[in-house]
């Protein structure tokens, strides 16, 4: 039997990501700002996940209603 490999581990030096509406102290993201949404949209239209953006729960959950109801009033793609 061969012996286990060994996985190297590695070390990523990254600051951690701070949500951007708590900081500007943004309570509700508009559906209509189209330059902010498309910040959070893949070229494919996805939304961009929580964990990549640094977006907290709150704010993602908004925002993501926002790109559904731009999309169906296709104000974004």
Known sequence: M??????????????PKVCRFCEDAIVY???RDNLLLRR????????VP???????????KMLSRAIKRARSLSVVK
């Open 50 to 60: 929580r964990r990549v953006t640094g977006t907290c729960p709150n704010h993602q």
């Open 2 to 15: 061969a012996p286990p490999k060994k996985r190297r581990r590695v070390v990523r030096n990254t600051r």
């Open 40 to 47: 959070f949209i893949t070229e494919k239209g996805k939304i």
């Open 29 to 31: 993201i508009d559906y």
